[in-house]
């Protein structure tokens, strides 16, 4: 693949949002995602005690978001955003566990389309299966390959040390910290593939630092001082942080780094109950909808086309497909429709000042609307019970004025009534040409009490990983 060198007139274009980039021009795309990494979890946001050095570089070289925001405050729904440009309860992606409707249209299936060759690496969560991550079965109705993905090696959930991985429905036993892990095959992936005459595009979805905490011993080392669980997240850490590093590394010695969009990302708000705390000193933790359930670490690189620097621009999950479309040139059908996210390409060469449309979230009877400054949590979209922040002088929520601004607050919960509207709709299937929901949406299954599941834990069920899940008291 030849090496691109972004020309005046390119930059401009992405400065100010004109035309896609040429055909032959068109950059890879690689998206990395931590699993349960938290606002505060980098050198660059301050953290006590972790160091995130490659990550810091990341930064230096890139776009910085300081308020970058998960689509939800899990991770299934989050991913979903991710595809889609779509919230996740558009997609039936309620919680964690929960399947992508097959009706979705994919960025994977977009840019397959678009000539791109693609790969998915790690965790997917997007097919009804509940519990530690196993590998995914060939005959799964919503692996990877479904949903525009050409290669895939992949796990259902979180993983950790040593992990049984899928390699499009073969089982693989792999040895060493879980993050270097997917990325060394992404890169193998990227190498193997870079001389096709095509641009790539590969998903990187660590599962670290999640539970249960498994990290290589010396990754751990530096945190003797704290206890047992918060030293084994952190010790995570240390190999998501490295695991980026050599990504970054492997793109330039592969001539790659000059043409390819480099996205980094959490899915969710940081844990609770570790210490030092994940979050940077927000209001909550992962599954609420507070700053802490919700604002990740996030970073865009691409040499050349994105100026480098820190922007308080509110981005989220929901805006990378729209992203990437605009670069790419995909054509409006690519997307299902309506799309809550929109386009960063006009931040790549210039600060924006403001968003012109507000950030949604619903997660289970609660909703909330990022608007710039404000941001509105309601808990049943009535006045009685809805509060207003200004996060530019309250970044930890601790103020509610609803009540001080009642026009705010007013055209706020109205927009997220209307909006509310319009995902109620797209669940029950509106935005599809058949105007329903087909198929069915599966409910969500804790795998390993799926009798067809029974074989696999008669073979792998003493791994540490489960050895203590729940069996399913009869067998197929």
């Not at 690496?121 to 993905?149: E, M, N, S, T, V």
């Not at 043409?259 to 570790?274: A, E, M, Q, V, Y």
């Not at 000042?353 to 949590?377: C, H």
């Not at 019970?385 to 929520?397: G, I």
Request: aromatic fraction near 10%; charged fraction near 20%; include cysteine.
């Amino acid at each position: 693949m030849k090496r691109f060198y972004p020309t005046a007139l390119f930059v401009i274009s992405l400065v100010f949002g004109l035309a896609p980039v040429a055909a032959q021009d068109r950059p890879n795309v690689v998206l990395v995602m931590a699993d349960d990494m938290g606002w505060g979890e980098t050198s660059y946001n301050g953290h006590p005690v972790l160091r995130t050095p490659h990550l810091d570089e990341m930064a230096a070289h890139g776009l910085r978001f300081n308020r970058f925001y998960a689509g939800g405050p899990v991770c299934s729904p989050t991913r979903a955003t991710v595809l889609t440009g779509r919230a996740h309860d558009r997609t039936a992606v309620y919680a964690h566990g929960h399947a992508l409707r097959l009706q979705e249209k994919t960025l994977a299936q977009a840019l397959q389309s678009a000539g791109y060759r693609t790969g998915h690496f790690g965790k997917w969560h997007l097919d009804g299966l509940q519990g530690p991550g196993l590998p995914i079965r060939a005959d799964d109705p919503y692996h990877p390959g479904h949903f525009g993905f050409d290669e895939w090696l992949s796990v259902s959930n979180f993983f950790d040390l040593d992990p049984l991985l899928s390699r499009r429905g073969k089982i693989e036993e792999h040895q060493g910290d879980s993050s270097d892990i997917v990325v060394d095959q992404a890169v193998k992936f990227l190498a193997e593939h870079r001389q096709d005459g095509a641009p790539l595009f590969a998903v990187i979805w660590f599962g670290s630092p999640h539970l249960p905490f498994r990290p290589l011993d010396a990754d751990k080392a530096a945190f003797a001082s704290l206890d047992e669980s918060s030293a084994n997240h952190y010790g995570e850490m240390v190999g998501v942080d490295r695991s980026v590093g050599t990504l970054r590394r492997k793109l330039r010695e592969l001539d790659l780094a000059d043409n390819t969009l480099l996205i980094f990302c959490s899915d969710n708000g940081g844990l609770p109950k570790i210490k030092p705390e994940t979050v940077g000193g927000l209001r909550g933790n992962k599954g609420t909808i507070f700053e802490g359930g919700l604002r990740v670490p996030a970073i865009f690189e691409w040499p050349g086309a994105i100026k480098p620097r820190i922007t308080n621009y509110p981005a989220s999950t929901l805006d990378i497909f729209p992203t990437i479309a605009s670069i790419v040139g995909l054509p409006k059908s690519a997307m299902i429709t309506p799309i809550d996210g929109v386009s960063l390409r006009p931040l790549f060469g210039q600060d924006v000042k403001s968003r012109t449309s507000p950030i949604p979230f619903r997660y289970r009877g609660e909703w909330a609307l990022v608007d710039n400054q404000y941001k509105m949590i309601s808990a049943d979209l009535t006045p009685a019970k809805t509060e207003l922040y200004d996060l530019s002088t309250d970044p930890t929520e601790s103020r509610n004025i609803a009540t001080e601004k009642p026009a705010v607050t007013q055209r706020l919960l109205q927009h997220l009534i209307t909006w509310n509207t319009s995902v109620e709709a797209s669940v029950a299937g509106l935005d599809y040409p058949e105007r329903q929901v087909i198929p069915a949406d599966p409910d969500p299954i804790r795998w390993s009490l799926d009798p067809t599941y029974q074989s696999f834990l008669d073979q792998w069920g003493d791994r540490p990983e489960f050895r203590d899940l729940p069996r399913p008291k009869t067998r197929p």
